[in-house]
């Protein structure tokens, strides 16, 4: 950032999925919703200048990055927060269930997950743009196999068969957080350890959805007080004091 008199104009976008978007799953209703205080909207109160969130439902890394070079060059933000991964590790799971024996590939190579991260972040780098990554909230290997499955005996048989074990789901999207660390390492940018923040907590799972890999309404807070965390260690100048907070409350 570029000294304290630009703190109140600062402009922060998020570039990511679902998880960014706030969507999460309405037990009751049975269905995905917004949450209105996700975790994006909580920082908006605590950070000073505008935060402007273009993450999409369903975004993978290939998907984002076209938009994000358009929001960019248009916004010109100062920092870029980018939360990717967990659409890009998936599977077309109805093909899996159907034909167990084929060759089947996540949304986004494992590879090519790697080389668009490094692309995303030199690209923002010489925009003068501050990139930080974040890391994926751990998933509920358990809960996400019976989603994804549908509770249908035939297709879980299907899916184990392919899969070999319900861990490797955890093991799979594990690989991709530790390439998000290597391409933070490799790139010399910040991360928010969000999946630290949740592993802190033997039962990291009270804070997923039952699809197990939606934050719910605490993973949210939970995300939320990891990024202010993140913010007061780097960037504390662009906090809103207390006094400020308690004007606006």
């Known amino acids: 950032m570029n000294g304290d008199n630009q703190d109140t104009t600062a402009k922060y976008m998020i570039t990511g ?11 009751t209703r049975n269905k995905y919703v917004l949450l209105e205080d996700n975790y ?25 990055m076209s938009n994000l070079k358009k ?11 980018i939360e990717y991964g967990g659409n890009d590790c998936d ?3 109805n093909e899996i269930a159907d034909n167990p ?7 986004t190579d494992f590879n090519m997950f790697e080389k668009m991260l490094t692309e995303a972040i030199q690209f923002l780098k010489s925009q003068q743009i501050t990139p930080v990554l974040m890391s994926l909230p751990p998933l509920n290997a358990d809960n996400y196999f019976k989603w994804v499955s549908k509770n249908n005996p035939e297709a879980e048989k299907n899916i184990l068969k392919w899969l070999g074990s319900v861990t490797k789901i955890y ?15 490799m790139t010399k940018t910040k991360y ?20 197990g890999i939606h934050p719910n309404q605490a993973g949210h807070k939970l995300i939320c007080d990891k990024v202010l965390e993140f913010v007061r260690s780097n960037y504390n100048h662009l906090l809103r004091d207390q006094s ?6």
């Not at 999925?17 to 037990?27: A, H, Q, R, T």
């Not at 929001?71 to 927060?81: G, Q």
């Not at 093991?171 to 390492?185: A, D, G």
């Not at 928010?192 to 699809?211: M, N, Q, W, Y």
Request: charged letters at 30%; a negative charge.
């Open 171 to 185: 093991w799979w999207q594990e690989r991709y957080n530790s390439t998000i660390l290597k391409v933070s390492e």
């Open 192 to 211: 928010i350890d969000v999946r630290g923040a949740f592993l802190e907590h033997p039962d990291f799972t009270k804070f997923l959805c039952s699809d």
């Open 101 to 107: 024996d084929g060759d089947h590939s996540p949304k």
């Open 17 to 27: 999925d679902s998880i960014s978007k706030g969507v999460i799953y309405d037990e």
């Open 40 to 64: 994006v909207s909580l920082l908006q109160d605590k950070l000073k200048g505008a935060v402007r969130n273009t993450a999409r439902f369903g975004n993978t890394l290939i998907k984002g």
């Open 91 to 93: 599977f077309h799971w």
């Open 244 to 249: 400020d907070l308690a004007l606006n409350n």
């Open 71 to 81: 929001d960019v060059l248009k916004d010109k933000p100062n920092i870029v927060l």
